[in-house]
């Protein structure tokens, strides 16, 4: 049997094999809500069972958070039902189904939210360009984090497996955890513990909400490959204090570089680097994407110990029969 094909063990989420479809925004949604054809690409993307873990793409936890036109909601009691078919499809099909809930701050644009764009401080998005946002009061933050609880509490309430926390790709709790984006002078802004302060209460929120044994996830721009922004030393003392927090697994992609690394573009798992370095001080199950076309490279960067999991993106939106080739190839 090969790396790829083998379960977790001592993890929640009860997984067949390594491989994990990816969050990745399709824009399919009808005005927020589940439409016929994202549960026909999730039916298809998840057919089989051979991905043992599909995230759906990032939802908005609340208007002024939604990223753009076409994004998931998870902000509205009226979308229950199709969240639950969307989690029945893929259960069908034999994966786990965990769902993505995330607030863009100043990512977001007035022009699809009709909200002034907020931030932890008041600094142009270097990644999205967008409009001078507001700085949040630490009333605004606390009521943010209890938008995430809500949340939360809708996906498990839908039927999923798990709930994955966004903290990436310059989104708001990106913004807080680079220095580049904030430049609070408060408790929520200062060394790497002050930049993650509002991740560890919106944990503890997310747990009341869902209680301990749901398991919570959480996506890491781990580094920002800028000058003066988040390195692999903040990710860190950054995984350290989530796992104590109680994150059941770290999915580790990019921060205000987005979900590429400059310089590494046509390297397969090109944030290994950031993944080993995990691994040495926090034993919770990480999850590498980033480049991943082939199997071989997959099964290799489980097998040197550089990752747990691996996450297969553009491959698999290309391919959907990817992971079913790949299993039966490296058998």
């Known amino acids: 049997m090969s790396h790829l094909s083998k379960g977790l063990e001592n993890c929640k989420l009860e997984l067949t094999n390594r491989l994990v479809f990816p ?97 932890p401080s008041a600094i142009i998005n270097p990644l999205i360009k967008s409009d001078l946002p507001k700085e949040l009061t630490k009333e605004e933050i606390k009521e943010i984090i209890e938008y995430f609880k809500v949340a939360a509490k809708r996906v498990k309430e839908a039927g999923f497996d798990g709930v994955e926390i966004h903290s990436a790709h310059s989104y708001l709790l990106d913004q807080f955890y680079s220095p580049i984006t904030n430049k609070r002078t408060d408790e929520y802004g200062g060394d790497v513990l002050g930049r993650i302060k509002i991740h560890l209460e919106v944990i503890n929120a997310v747990k009341e909400a869902v209680g301990n044994d749901f398991p919570i996830l959480l996506r890491l721009g781990a580094c920002d490959y800028k000058e003066g922004g988040t390195t692999i030393e903040d990710s860190k003392i950054a995984a350290v204090e989530f796992q104590k927090a109680g994150i059941e697994i770290l999915d580790i992609s990019g921060g205000l570089c987005g979900y590429m690394v400059p310089d590494k573009v046509n390297e397969q798992g090109y944030f290994s680097e950031i993944t080993e370095a995990i691994k040495e001080v926090a034993s ?35 391919d959907s029969m990817w992971a079913k080739n790949a299993i039966e190839s490296l058998k």
């Open 23 to 119: 969050p990745m925004a399709t824009a399919k949604s009808d005005n927020g809500m589940v439409s016929k054809e994202m549960l026909d690409y999730y039916d298809e993307k998840s057919k089989g069972g051979y991905f043992s873990l599909i995230i759906i793409e990032h939802s908005y936890i609340a208007p002024q958070g939604k990223a753009s036109k076409g994004q998931l909601s998870i902000a509205e009691d009226c979308n229950m039902e199709g969240l639950k078919k969307l989690a029945e499809v893929i259960h069908k099909n034999g994966s786990k189904a965990i769902m993505q809930i995330n607030h863009a701050g100043s990512a977001a644009k007035m022009e699809v939210t009709g909200y002034e764009n907020v931030s």
């Open 284 to 318: 919770m199950p990480v999850i590498l994407t980033g480049g991943i076309t082939e199997p071989e490279a997959a099964e290799e960067l489980v097998a040197s110990g550089k990752t747990d999991l691996v996450g297969i993106g553009r491959a698999a939106f290309k």
